[in-house]
Structure formats: C-alpha cells, structure tokens
C-alpha cells in the first residue's frame, strides 16, 4: 500500500481565503486576507462592514460564483455573519 498523505487543506479554507481576497478587492480594504478571522463578525466590531459594504460583497460573489443572494432572504442575517459562514454558503449554493 502508498501511504502518501495529502496535504492538510480543505477545499473551504481554501475558499474562505478566496473570498477574503474578493472581499478586499471590491471594498479596497487596507488588509491582507491572513487578518480576517473567519469567525469574527462582517458587520460592526469584527470588520466594520456597513449594509452598503455587504451590498457590493454579494454582487461580487453572485457574478463570481454563478448565483443568487437575495436582499430579502431570511438567511441573509447568518450568510454574512461572519467569513466562515459566508464561505459554507457559497460552497453550498455555488454554480461555478
């Protein structure tokens, strides 16, 4: 038997980096992806995101993974909780 083990990375940290990186890019934020913790809150104390903010994050996910985010989803509210939560659902509803 090959007991080559693969390397320690999931696909979704993976993705929360990639998301973090398009979140900086469309907000011009003056940090590095590495700064975002994934559990911290988007809005508030955690990044300082604004309801404008969170606004030009979903466009931006929507074009770059091919789906929906509805501004009146009841879902909304844990979807952009936190860099984490926001991964898993990309994960989960993406298309591309």
Same mark, same amino acid.
């Given at each position: 038997?090959?007991? =080559?083990?693969?390397?320690?990375? &999931?696909?979704?940290?993976?993705?929360?980096?990639?998301? *973090?990186?398009?979140?900086?890019?469309?907000?011009? $934020?003056?940090?590095?992806?590495? +700064?975002?913790?994934?559990? /911290?809150?988007?809005?508030?104390?955690? %990044?300082? %995101?604004?309801?404008?903010?969170? %606004?030009?994050?979903? $466009?931006?996910?929507?074009?770059?993974?091919?789906?929906? %985010?509805? *501004?009146? &989803? /009841?879902?909304? +509210?844990?979807?952009?909780?936190?860099?984490?939560? $926001? /991964?898993?659902? =990309?994960?989960? +509803?993406?298309?591309?």
């Amino acid at each position: 038997m090959n007991n =080559i083990q693969k390397p320690v990375v &999931s696909s979704n940290s993976e993705l929360q980096l990639e998301v *973090a990186v398009l979140m900086i890019e469309c907000l011009n $934020l003056e940090i590095t992806a590495d +700064q975002i913790d994934p559990d /911290a809150p988007l809005y508030g104390e955690g %990044l300082g %995101l604004d309801s404008i903010d969170v %606004l030009e994050v979903a $466009l931006v996910v929507s074009k770059r993974y091919g789906m929906q %985010l509805r *501004a009146d &989803s /009841a879902d909304n +509210q844990y979807t952009f909780s936190s860099l984490r939560s $926001l /991964a898993d659902y =990309i994960a989960a +509803q993406r298309t591309r």
